[in-house]
């Protein structure tokens, strides 16, 4: 086996060991209130082989897209492949528990995913995260489909000492704009368990004029004048999705 796919079995393994230690049964109050708080929210960051990006984009499509319509616990499986460097994707994923993940991985078209790509990924990192909100809304595409929508990570290093006053800033803006705005169809952030003043923010706008709208709006221009001396690194990467149809499903306890 190579060294690559060793990795990529370990790293598997590891999660699924990290995840049996804490696990925990929730209140169902304490879960009403906070629909996403128990959750497991992951990056998963992949780079593959160059000359084999068609025939691992199919094995991932079917994966993804038979995960969020059969398992209940399978929250997200939302996949963004660079512009600038197609070898290189972003799997946001949301699983409703760890019973849940480990179900996930256990499942035949789970095995049949990772067993059939194992030797076109070259570099896998999976980076447990926290939500910015576990109320954080995910809209539907507006048209049924994100065929023509603006995509975009934005991958963000802040000050230590200020991630608290950040967060506050960010959640205001987040909430706002998915309410009011009907362009703005996604702006969820997820903070680094390990590195907790790294974030990614993935945004899906409808378009390229209501991304426009969006960043001339009073509640973003508050939000950037407000945290310009807190953000210390700023990566803006645009994206084309997995699937131009794929599912997100609200969580559990709003279902």
Known sequence: ???????YLALLTAATLGLSACSTTPDRAEANAAPYADDIVRLSRIEIAPSRIDEYKAFLKEEAETSVRIEPGVRVLYATFEQEQPDHLTILEIYDSPEAYRSHIASPHFVKYKEGTLDMVTKLDLIDCDPLSAQMPLKAPHDGDYNNDIMRLSRIEIDPSRIDEYK??????????????????????????????HLTILEIYDSPEAYRSHIASPHFVKYKEGTLDMVTKLDLIDCDPLSAQMPLKAPAALQ
Request: proline share 8%; hydrophobic share 40%.
């Open 1 to 7: 086996m190579r060294p690559v796919a060793k990795t």
């Open 168 to 197: 506050a800033f960010l959640k205001e803006e987040a909430e706002t704009s998915v309410r009011i705005e009907p362009g703005v169809r996604i702006l969820y952030a997820a903070f680094e368990q390990e590195q907790p003043n």
